[in-house]
């Protein structure tokens, strides 16, 4: 039986990530972490015998693994409790600084660590497939589009980044510069990929690859219907990575087997932060 803590357990994600949990009978949810100011509320609507607190390292020595989707200050606090407690950590925490991945590296010495932008496995295909495209039409234009829900705090998306940099790594002999939107006169420049973030509504994810020449474009869409994907996602994330090694783990390591011989691990190799 696999014990587990959820981080930001009152947020969206926490959440549906919580109410998976509490339907697998191969899953204990112990609790969840919520701000210090949040203890006490009345408005947390939890069922009873799940703890909620703010003390990190009293629930983590009680629990296996982490999911956390909350925010880069938060996770790097509890990368380091999972570290002091022994407790693995599934991370979807996006716009993470370098100080930060820096925390979860650290963390990764003493316990398992996966960290992934985006936890669905139909953006593991569509980062699979990127590569052979890019490098098939390397002359092509490259847009990019990421639209999300009007809470998300940080732009581009962590999914729209590492697409960006499969993108950059299948052409090499180019520069490859990079817009985030335009305006004014904004003549594309050879090699050019351009990024576009949209932020409105109650949208849970959707991410748009345009590869064009002036006679043809091709589109690869992938969009996130419920949050439930990523919630899915990062429990069977949870469940492979209970009981491994310290190290630093990926969403490839996981997907590997469904994947086979769609060789986009080549890129991410090697590369601690890659997700």
């Known amino acids: ?53 703010a003390d990190a390292l009293a629930l983590l020595r ?49 316990i398992p660590v996966l960290h992934a932008s985006n936890f669905s496995l139909g953006i593991a295909v569509l980062r699979a497939v990127l590569p052979a495209l890019v490098r098939a039409l390397a002359d092509w234009d490259v847009e990019i589009v990421e639209h999300h829900h009007r809470h998300k705090r940080d732009a581009p998306s962590g999914t729209a980044l590492a697409l960006r940099e499969i993108i950059r790594a299948g052409r090499p002999e180019t520069n490859s510069p990079v817009v985030a939107g335009r305006e004014g006169m904004a003549l594309r420049r050879p090699g050019e990929i351009g990024i576009h973030a949209i932020r409105g509504g109650g949208e849970p994810g959707r ?4 590869l064009g020449s002036e006679d043809e474009l091709l589109e690869l869409s992938h969009r996130v219907h419920s949050r439930r994907a990523y919630a899915a996602g990062a429990i069977a994330a949870a469940k492979w990575l209970a009981g491994r090694a310290p190290g630093w783990y990926r969403i ?3 997907l590997a087997e469904r994947l086979g011989d769609l060789a986009w691990a080549s890129y991410a190799r090697g590369r601690p932060g890659s997700s």
């Open 62 to 110: 009680e629990s296996d693994v982490l999911i956390d989707f909350t925010q880069p200050a938060a996770t790097a606090r509890y990368a380091s409790a999972c570290a002091e407690a022994g407790c693995a950590l599934v991370t979807g925490t996006t716009g993470l600084g370098d100080d930060q991945l820096d925390e979860l590296r650290t963390a990764a010495t003493s």
């Open 252 to 254: 490839d390591d996981l």
């Open 1 to 53: 039986m696999l014990r587990l803590t959820v981080a930001g357990i009152t947020g969206r994600m926490g959440h549906a990530v919580a109410e998976l949990a509490r339907a697998d009978p191969a899953i204990t949810l112990i609790g969840g972490l919520i701000r210090p100011e949040r203890e006490g509320a009345s408005d947390l609507m939890l069922p009873a015998g799940i703890q909620l607190t």
């Open 207 to 210: 991410h748009l690859v345009l």
